[in-house]
């Protein structure tokens, strides 16, 4: 594992990382260790996200396209309906 210290961080600082590690039951090294892993993991977590963001627009969009595209193939349908109703009448006569 690697190894990382912080200099000339202000006294009132450290006992602010101190009660907050106890109000968790962690010594400040466990604090801020997780804290810092979860520093990292935020940025990742938001390139997810954004990404996620940007499939469900994608979707959203192919399916307005495909709803647009069935609408005109039930008014085609419904189009050749009535011709072929039109024709069966035409025939009777």
Known sequence: M??????NMPEETICRLDTMAKKKGM?????????????TLETEL??????FSGLVNLLVER????????QEMVDCLERLEDY??????????
């Open 27 to 39: 010594s400040r090294e466990q604090f801020l260790r997780e804290r810092i892993k979860a520093i």
């Open 46 to 51: 938001k390139n997810q996200e954004d990404r």
């Open 63 to 70: 399916l307005e396209e495909n709803n647009q595209v069935m």
């Open 2 to 7: 690697g190894y990382i210290q912080v200099r």
């Open 84 to 93: 072929l109703e039109g024709r069966e009448n035409d025939e009777d006569i």
